[in-house]
């Protein structure tokens, strides 16, 4: 099943082809500013779509990430390795919070990681009341 995320305004799509089985928010410096939630997969399962002129990267530090945004509503799209593997193999994140139907990954388990300090996983839950709407759910009778 294939994972659809897109910007708000539409003009760039990220498509993932392998199953999510976990997703991770980082409390780092910058992951904590974008408010992130990363699936990760290898680059060549991960399908990037964008018109014209409409991402931009930023990079920070050691410059071994780049961030991708939307140039026009600035939502953060994913992010790669500077050092691009040519078979494709290497890792690279797309922010689930722009996920198109996000019924489809509530139970995939939410790891809470320590960018911030230690790297180490503090905690792993599925929380799928943050992917529900309340007004989808039924009134009580």
Avoid at 105 to 132: H, N, Q, T, Y
Wanted: hydrophobic share 30%; with cysteine; aromatic share 8%.
């Amino acid at each position: 099943m294939p994972y659809t995320t897109s910007c708000h305004c539409g003009a760039v799509s990220v498509e993932m082809q392998r199953r999510i089985k976990k997703l991770t928010r980082c409390n780092c410096s910058i992951c904590r500013r974008y408010g992130a939630l990363w699936a990760y997969q290898q680059r060549k399962a991960i399908t990037v779509t964008a018109d014209k002129g409409a991402l931009t990267s930023y990079s920070w530090g050691k410059k071994s990430i780049e961030y991708y945004r939307c140039t026009n509503c600035g939502c953060i799209t994913h992010y790669e390795r500077t050092d691009r593997r040519p078979d494709g193999s290497d890792m690279s994140a797309v922010n689930m919070c722009n996920i198109i139907g996000p019924e489809s990954i509530a139970a995939v388990p939410i790891r809470l990681l320590d960018g911030a300090g230690s790297w180490k996983v503090l905690r792993e839950a599925a929380e799928p009341d943050l992917f529900a709407s309340p007004a989808e759910e039924e009134p009580d009778d």
